[in-house]
């Protein structure tokens, strides 16, 4: 069982910048793929970014302005998010995965994004 503990987020200015990170609790964390997610009030969850092994894949939504990255050593997955919009508020998930094709088996609980214009 892979704990996820996300932080970092909070409220922040259009055009600012936060950094989200997300703790795992296994040993194994860097075999695992990491991705974040949000999910907006009314809508549905929706992928933000992935990192899978040295790829990393992004919502077209957030091109150029979020990058993921990770460090096994910490058993930690960031979110770098810069240029932010308010259409990017949204409670933030960070989730595992031991393949990305098969889908996410860990979650996180979250942390709230809001960004006032």
Partial sequence: QVQLVESGGGLVQAGG???LSCA?????????????FRQAPGKEREFVAAISGRRTYYADSVKGRFTISRDNAKNT??????????????????????????????WGQGTQVTVSS
């Fill in 24 to 36: 795992a609790s296994e040993r194994t964390f860097s075999t695992y793929a990491m991705g974040w």
């Fill in 17 to 19: 910048s936060l950094r």
């Fill in 77 to 106: 997955v960031y979110l770098q998010m810069n240029t932010l919009k308010p259409e990017d508020t949204a409670v933030y998930y960070c989730a595992a995965a031991v393949t990305i094709r098969d889908g996410y088996d860990y």
